[in-house]
Nanobody, 115 residues
Framework: QVPLVESGGGLVQAGGSLKLTCSAS????????MGWYRQAPGKQRELVAT???????NYADSVKGRFTISRTSNWRTIFLQMNNLKPEDTAVYYC?????????WGQGTQVTVSS
């Protein structure tokens, strides 16, 4: 397992912005996939955005054009810039790391968007 540390959640008004950060506590493969998932109360965990390497990115339709995922040059840290936030974005956001048989999750960070 790869330990992951998340930060950046909080409370914001609709239309506002937040930036989430997730850092791996050890070196990771450049071929790995890191990303963000979220889980709202009473709902299943869903994909928000992932990045493989530096350039292969995948977004949920609901966040396209509003959220941007990026990754540092040493592949250990990812960011999720969230703009034009909506109340339906309220959830616990989890960082994920995957490479071959390794599938690690962070502890989660709460994002709350008020209307």
């Amino acid at each position: 397992q790869v330990p992951l540390v998340e930060s950046g959640g909080g409370l914001v008004q609709a239309g506002g912005s937040l930036k989430l950060t997730c850092s791996a506590s050890e070196s990771v493969s450049s071929l790995s996939t890191m990303g963000w998932y979220r889980q709202a109360p009473g709902k299943q965990r869903e994909l928000v955005a992932t990045v493989t390497g530096h350039t292969t990115k995948n977004y949920a339709d609901s966040v396209k054009g509003r959220f941007t995922i990026s990754r540092t040059s040493n592949w250990r840290t990812i960011f999720l810039q969230m703009n034009n936030l909506k109340p339906e974005d309220t959830a616990v956001y989890y960082c994920n790391y995957r490479r071959l048989t390794v599938d690690s999750w962070g502890q989660g960070t709460q994002v709350t968007v008020s209307s």
